[in-house]
Nanobody, 124 residues
């Protein structure tokens, strides 16, 4: 089992930045991907970014390319989502998730363990 805890959300003005953190523990050696998803009120959960736990690949939704960066601190078993040039439409609850059974990195259903979510609110 992999335990993930996400944090770092908050209120920021449009154009500002936030960095989300996702601390992973447990059987992390079995992880394929770590991903970030978000869900706005009344909308479905959508893919934001993902990376291979072993390194070598990062993936982004088109709407965050050039603004968001996913990275990892190996020593801390922590994945980060650096979010720059934030827009009001980025307002959502952001979730970190771990995929341990081979699947598609952009599909929420492929992820096995989820954080509790952290609220990001971008004011105009």
């Amino acid at each position: 089992q992999v335990h993930v805890v996400d944090s770092g959300g908050g209120l920021v003005q449009a154009g500002g930045s936030l960095r989300l953190s996702c601390a992973a523990s447990g059987r992390t050696f079995s992880t394929n991907y770590m991903g970030w998803f978000r869900q706005a009120p009344g909308k479905e959960r959508e893919f934001v970014a993902a990376m291979r736990w072993s390194g070598g690949g990062t993936f982004y939704a088109d709407f965050v390319k050039g603004r968001f960066t996913i990275s990892r601190d190996n020593a801390k078993n922590t994945v980060y989502l650096q979010m720059n040039s934030l827009k009001p439409e980025d307002t959502a609850v952001y979730y970190c998730a771990a995929n341990v059974i081979s699947g598609t990195y952009y599909y929420a259903g492929a992820y096995d363990y989820w954080g509790q979510g952290t609220q990001v609110t971008v004011s105009s």
